[in-house]
Each structure stands twice: as structure tokens, then as C-alpha cells.
């Protein structure tokens, strides 16, 4: 079993910073393929960036260039620092964890899942 726990979330301005941080206990954390996902209302929740357990990332091509994953295996915690953030990236925003060394973009593959953290871009 592998807990999850995001935060970081809040309000943030268009063309700001915000770092959201998911830390991880319960298990080997090194061996997970990490993931943030983004649901908004009345929308499917959607990809947004993935890194493998050896740090090869993939990225939502709307997000690519202001989104940066990356990961801390000494504190078990991956974050995913957002920069210049638009309005149409308002949503909970979702970490998952899976044991894979690829970049998982399906969110169908994951098997443990925060609890999500909101994420408001004012214009």
C-alpha cells in the first residue's frame, strides 16, 4: 500500500508560481512511476505530467514548457512546479503512484491515488 498525500494547492494569478508537492509513505517510493492528473467540473480527469523511477518525464502538450515534474526519492515526495499558470488550468489537481519505470499517462494504469488539491488560476 502506498499513501499519498498533495499540497500546495491555492489561488494562484495568471502568469504566477505554484509547486505542488505529493509526498509518498508505505512503500519503496524509488521503484513507482509518479503522476499528476487534473480533474476540472463536469470534465474527465486528464494527464497532465508523469516521470518514470529513473526520471523520464512526459508532459500534456498544453502544459509542456511551464510544467516541470520532478522527484525527491530521499523524501519520497514528487512535485510539479507550475509556472505561468493560465486560468484553464483550474482544477483539483491529483497525484498517483504505479510501479513501472516508464512515464505512465493513463490514469487508468495507476493503482494508488491522492486525495487532490485545488488549484485556482485567476485571470
Known amino acids: 500500500q502506498v499513501m499519498l498525500v498533495e499540497s500546495g494547492g491555492g489561488l494562484v494569478q495568471a502568469g504566477g508560481s505554484l509547486r505542488l508537492s505529493c509526498a509518498a509513505s508505505g512503500r519503496t517510493f524509488s521503484s513507482y512511476a509518479m503522476g499528476w492528473f487534473r480533474q476540472a467540473p463536469g470534465k474527465e480527469r486528464e494527464f497532465v505530467a508523469a516521470t518514470s523511477w529513473s526520471g523520464i518525464t512526459s508532459y500534456l502538450d498544453s502544459v509542456r514548457g511551464r510544467f516541470t515534474i520532478s522527484r525527491d526519492d530521499a523524501k519520497d515526495t514528487v512535485y510539479l512546479q507550475m509556472n505561468s499558470p493560465k486560468p484553464e488550468d483550474t482544477a483539483v489537481y491529483y497525484c498517483?503512484?504505479?510501479?513501472?519505470?516508464?512515464?505512465?499517462?493513463?490514469?487508468?494504469?495507476?493503482?494508488?491515488w491522492g486525495q487532490g488539491t485545488q488549484v485556482t488560476v485567476s485571470s
Open positions: 498517483a503512484a504505479v510501479k513501472a519505470n516508464v512515464p505512465v499517462r493513463s490514469h487508468r494504469l495507476y493503482d494508488y
